[in-house]
């Protein structure tokens, strides 16, 4: 699997929109689980906009299920 184009915006809109846990998204953005915790917080890419993976053909809607 390739990384996505921009993996802190994708992160950003998986945490936001789905129920993946931190190491599924970590994984799929190339992320170690404890930075993705981080964006989770607030900690890191703050005030950032999510990029919808499934728009942009990175995902599908079974894929996340």
């Known amino acids: 699997m ?30 170690h689980a404890l930075e993705v915790q981080a964006v989770a917080d607030g900690e890191v890419a703050q005030g950032m ?3 919808d993976p499934v728009a942009a053909a990175e995902l599908t809607c079974e894929e996340i299920a």
Do not use: H, Y
């Open 2 to 31: 390739s990384q996505p184009l921009m993996p802190k915006a994708t992160c950003v809109w998986l945490i936001d929109n789905t129920a993946l846990t931190f190491e599924q998204i970590g994984d799929f953005c190339s992320m």
């Open 49 to 51: 906009i999510g990029r």
